[in-house]
């Protein structure tokens, strides 16, 4: 589990709050000039935006949001990367899925903010230069999709679904690909795609 | 939804303190202003719907660095709550000693959520009563206490049969939990008080005429860790559900077994997807110690199990299908090479 107690990329001055905290180890997300009146450490106002900084495919993004923001409207509103999608917003679809650390997860139920200080991977992260990752060939050599809006999450959650070893079978596959709903249907292309690309991953 | 401070809890005290400021006694802790961030599987769900209103979430995720580990020893099991859903599913030692526990991970939600999903996260996720989570029904009487129950002489499929009220029939979700219960686990507890451990079938309360109050946790108290004496090889997590996979559980049973030359020395069994709350089944128990098993007495103990049962309109299948799976689970328990 990666530390996100962090707050040095969230701009705020710990040691002053701390020094007005009385001792204590609660860190309000507040705005920076609050912070850093150390004599009054206000709580975080709910009604302004909190500076975040989020890990996104490598580059760090400097945020002015919404503490309400997750991860999912960060990526899609904030920062233009537009290929994870909305399909619930509440978890049940699996449209929304990037890897934070080397874990699969719903963007569409992190908050931004619990995701400070990890690195987030979205769909626009995959391929190096103009060479298709092996699973977003896989999807494409298979067709593995018909109108292509859970694609992006399908991809990244099969692209975790190998490495945790977890495609060695096509029961297997169904078992834990089962996060990703496809309305069209494209299952046993899905399943076909993820099993062509699973030995190349795992050659790394 | 609505606007909410955030707050990093770096600590297990502060934590605590950030909890136990914005709660009250009178107020049911699913009610109280603040709540802790782990997973957010439940929470952000519910906040969306606005079906929980905290004012203050503390994210209480820089604490899994002390409350994540999976311990094995020679007393047991200890899981920090903040160990993930996956991490437990995965483990080797857990999958050897203790399947009904790995395999009730494992066939709980789906990968992504898991891979979200905190154990003491898992085992506090509210019910998925339709009602509960639309707001449009003003009658629930989990969420507006006096209101009434929408789900009494509605659309009722998925709701209990057991350890319901004439106040609430909605069903705890969970599959973690019947096989810590069926374990006789105990939990640890973090308050301003210190740690304290209870058995965890002390853990939830059945709504009785209080359906918004869940469990016996106290304002401010967080689920640290929990434990299992022994070991349980021969225990196994069977799951019915409308889809072969990513689905609550229509009925689902956790069987523990000690046999030993053909005879039941201890059994444990409990339900789950058909209860108010995590629910052992004492008297199934009772009719398995000390005899050896065949097909007569597995219908005699599925029975047992489910002999209070009360069925509504729509759910009363679940009566039939929960005596099945019990069976079938001890079957299975009963011929496992272990």
Same mark, same amino acid.
Request: net charge neutral.
């Given at each position: 589990?990666?530390?996100?107690?962090?707050?040095?990329?969230?701009?705020? &001055?710990?040691?002053?709050?701390?020094?007005?905290?009385?001792?204590?180890?609660?860190?309000?997300?507040?705005?920076?000039?609050?912070?850093? &009146?150390?004599?009054?450490?206000?709580?975080?106002?709910?009604?302004?935006?909190?500076?975040?900084?989020?890990?996104?495919?490598?580059?760090?993004?400097?945020?002015?949001?919404?503490?309400?923001?997750?991860?999912?409207?960060?990526?899609?509103?904030?920062?233009?990367?537009?290929?994870?999608?909305?399909?619930?917003?509440?978890?049940?679809?699996?449209?929304?899925?990037?890897?934070?650390?080397?874990?699969?997860?719903?963007?569409?139920?992190?908050?931004?903010?619990?995701?400070?200080?990890?690195?987030?991977?979205?769909?626009?992260?995959?391929?190096?230069?103009?060479?298709?990752?092996?699973?977003?060939?896989?999807?494409? &050599?298979?067709?593995?999709?018909?109108?292509?809006?859970?694609?992006?999450?399908?991809?990244?959650?099969?692209?975790?679904?190998?490495?945790?070893?977890?495609?060695?079978?096509?029961?297997?596959?169904?078992?834990?690909?089962?996060?990703?709903?496809?309305?069209?249907?494209?299952?046993?292309?899905?399943?076909?795609?993820?099993?062509?690309?699973?030995?190349?991953?795992?050659?790394? | 939804?609505?606007?909410?401070?955030?707050?990093?809890?770096?600590?297990?005290?502060?934590?605590?303190?950030?909890?136990?400021?914005?709660?009250?006694?009178?107020?049911?802790?699913?009610?109280?202003?603040?709540?802790?961030?782990?997973?957010?599987?439940?929470?952000?769900?519910?906040?969306?719907?606005?079906?929980?209103? %905290?004012?203050?979430?503390?994210?209480?995720? %820089?604490?899994?660095?002390?409350?994540?580990?999976?311990?094995?020893?020679?007393?047991?099991?200890?899981?920090?709550?903040?160990?993930?859903?996956?991490?437990?599913?995965?483990?080797?030692?857990?999958?050897?000693?203790?399947?009904?526990?790995?395999?009730?991970?494992?066939?709980?939600?789906?990968?992504?959520?898991?891979?979200?999903?905190?154990?003491?996260?898992?085992?506090?996720?509210?019910?998925?009563?339709?009602?509960?989570?639309?707001?449009?029904?003003?009658?629930?009487?989990?969420?507006?206490?006096?209101?009434?129950?929408?789900?009494?002489?509605?659309?009722?499929?998925?709701?209990?049969?057991?350890?319901?009220?004439?106040?609430?029939?909605?069903?705890?979700?969970?599959?973690?939990?019947?096989?810590?219960?069926?374990?006789?686990?105990?939990?640890?507890?973090?308050?301003?008080?210190?740690?304290?451990?209870?058995?965890?079938?002390?853990?939830?309360?059945?709504?009785?005429?209080?359906?918004?109050?869940?469990?016996?946790?106290?304002?401010?108290?967080?689920?640290?860790?929990?434990?299992?004496?022994?070991?349980?090889?021969?225990?196994?997590?069977?799951?019915?559900?409308?889809?072969?996979?990513?689905?609550?559980?229509?009925?689902?049973?956790?069987?523990?077994?000690?046999?030993?030359?053909?005879?039941?020395?201890?059994?444990?069994?409990?339900?789950?997807?058909?209860?108010?709350?995590?629910?052992?089944?004492?008297?199934?128990?009772?009719?398995?110690?000390?005899?050896?098993?065949?097909?007569?007495?597995?219908?005699?103990?599925?029975?047992?199990?489910?002999?209070?049962?009360?069925?509504?309109?729509?759910?009363?299948?679940?009566?039939?299908?929960?005596?099945?799976?019990?069976?079938?689970?001890?079957?299975?328990?009963?011929?496992?090479?272990?």
């Amino acid at each position: 589990m990666p530390d996100n107690s962090s707050s040095r990329q969230s701009g705020f &001055d710990r040691r002053a709050f701390m020094a007005g905290a009385a001792g204590g180890a609660l860190v309000p997300l507040t705005a920076r000039a609050a912070a850093q &009146d150390a004599s009054a450490p206000a709580a975080q106002d709910p009604s302004l935006p909190v500076d975040v900084t989020l890990r996104v495919n490598g580059a760090d993004k400097r945020l002015h949001i919404d503490a309400r923001t997750t991860v999912l409207d960060a990526l899609r509103e904030h920062l233009g990367l537009t290929g994870s999608k909305k399909g619930c917003d509440h978890g049940q679809c699996g449209a929304c899925t990037v890897l934070i650390g080397d874990r699969r997860v719903v963007s569409c139920l992190t908050l931004a903010l619990a995701a400070e200080g990890q690195e987030i991977t979205t769909i626009e992260g995959l391929a190096t230069n103009d060479r298709l990752h092996p699973m977003q060939q896989a999807f494409v &050599d298979n067709d593995a999709f018909q109108c292509g809006y859970c694609t992006p999450g399908q991809i990244m959650s099969a692209v975790a679904c190998v490495k945790e070893g977890h495609a060695n079978s096509e029961a297997d596959i169904r078992e834990y690909m089962s996060g990703n709903i496809c309305r069209c249907a494209a299952y046993p292309n899905i399943v076909a795609a993820v099993k062509q690309a699973a030995p190349e991953i795992m050659k790394g | 939804m609505r606007s909410f401070q955030y707050q990093r809890a770096t600590d297990p005290n502060m934590a605590v303190q950030a909890l136990s400021a914005a709660a009250t006694a009178t107020n049911p802790l699913t009610q109280a202003t603040a709540q802790p961030l782990a997973g957010g599987t439940t929470l952000i769900d519910l906040m969306k719907l606005d079906v929980m209103r %905290p004012a203050a979430i503390v994210d209480i995720n %820089p604490l899994s660095r002390s409350w994540s580990a999976i311990e094995l020893n020679s007393d047991g099991l200890r899981l920090g709550a903040l160990a993930k859903m996956s991490d437990v599913a995965a483990h080797a030692e857990i999958q050897r000693s203790y399947p009904v526990i790995a395999n009730s991970l494992k066939l709980a939600a789906s990968a992504q959520l898991r891979n979200m999903a905190t154990l003491g996260g898992n085992v506090m996720q509210r019910t998925r009563c339709s009602y509960f989570r639309d707001i449009s029904y003003e009658n629930c009487n989990k969420r507006n206490p006096g209101s009434g129950c929408a789900a009494m002489d509605g659309f009722n499929r998925m709701h209990a049969v057991l350890g319901t009220s004439d106040q609430c029939i909605a069903s705890y979700p969970g599959d973690f939990a019947q096989a810590l219960i069926a374990l006789d686990a105990t939990v640890e507890i973090t308050g301003k008080s210190g740690i304290r451990s209870m058995p965890f079938a002390e853990l939830h309360k059945a709504p009785g005429n209080s359906p918004e109050i869940e469990t016996t946790l106290q304002p401010g108290e967080l689920i640290s860790a929990f434990a299992v004496r022994g070991r349980w090889p021969r225990s196994v997590y069977l799951k019915t559900r409308d889809r072969q996979s990513y689905e609550f559980a229509l009925s689902s049973a956790a069987v523990a077994l000690d046999v030993q030359d053909g005879t039941i020395r201890d059994a444990r069994v409990a339900l789950g997807g058909v209860a108010t709350v995590p629910w052992r089944a004492r008297e199934a128990e009772a009719l398995l110690k000390g005899r050896k098993f065949d097909d007569e007495l597995a219908r005699r103990v599925a029975d047992a199990a489910f002999a209070e049962a009360r069925g509504r309109r729509h759910n009363s299948f679940k009566i039939a299908l929960g005596k099945r799976v019990v069976t079938h689970a001890l079957q299975q328990a009963v011929t496992m090479e272990i």
